[in-house]
């Protein structure tokens, strides 16, 4: 690491690709890498040591809904690739992720909140 501060963007803007179609983030992208879950075990006695499960990561968003796409064609999808860049250059990259939970669209806002799995979800980061 170098001595020097960086005073670029931090924070900010993002943008999103889903199977290569491009939605724009209205808020709140967040996203956890893939890996492995540490877990403490217990006895009654003392603490006796960690299991090691694998873990997998996610990507969601609030985007905004387009009128020449359907946004629930997502529902229920699987084998997606998922593409996020950050102001921060940092490029987020979803192999083969699933969707979870149920997509709902606000009509008043037209945003619709995505939320997709995968065990490999990783980070590119800028050095």
Known sequence: ?????????????????????????VGELQFQASGNVNETLKGQSAVE???TMPGQGFIQATLRDRRDVDCFQYQGASGLTVIGQLANGKVITVDNGWQVETISLNTQEGTFEIH???????VDVVS
């Open 1 to 25: 690491m170098s001595g020097s501060v960086y005073r670029g963007p931090l924070a900010g803007a993002a943008t999103l690709t889903i199977n290569g179609e491009v939605w724009n983030v």
């Open 116 to 122: 997709i799995e995968s065990d490999s979800v990783y």
């Open 49 to 51: 040591g960690f299991a």
